[in-house]
């Protein structure tokens, strides 16, 4: 896989790549491209941990779709994973 590259999104003056708290984690990346390096990196550290991924809760939001793309079908352990529009987090509306 390589090297993971974390750029995460702008916010102010820092970068900002996950916000996690207890078993909640986001993550956030400029591109597609980025998000899949993340996924793959936290996908081994579960492994490692003997943790799963509840692709049940899991959801993909995009803040921003790129031009001329279409949304293309993301799938984990052969369930899709849904794309939404807008999610809560902690309770905060996104």
Partial sequence: MGK???????LGER???TL????NIMLFSKDE???RSMIGRMEK?????????????TKIMRFRKEKGRTS??????GKK??????C???GYRL
Avoid at 81 to 86: C, D, L, R
């Fill in 4 to 10: 993971v590259k974390w750029t995460g999104i702008r």
């Fill in 15 to 17: 970068n900002v790549y």
């Fill in 20 to 23: 996690a708290y207890a078993d």
């Fill in 33 to 35: 491209e980025r998000m």
């Fill in 45 to 57: 550290y579960l492994e490692r941990k003997r943790l799963e991924l509840n692709v049940d809760k």
């Fill in 72 to 77: 293309p079908s993301k799938r984990r352990k």
């Fill in 81 to 86: 994973i849904e794309e939404v529009k807008g």
């Fill in 88 to 90: 809560t987090y902690l």
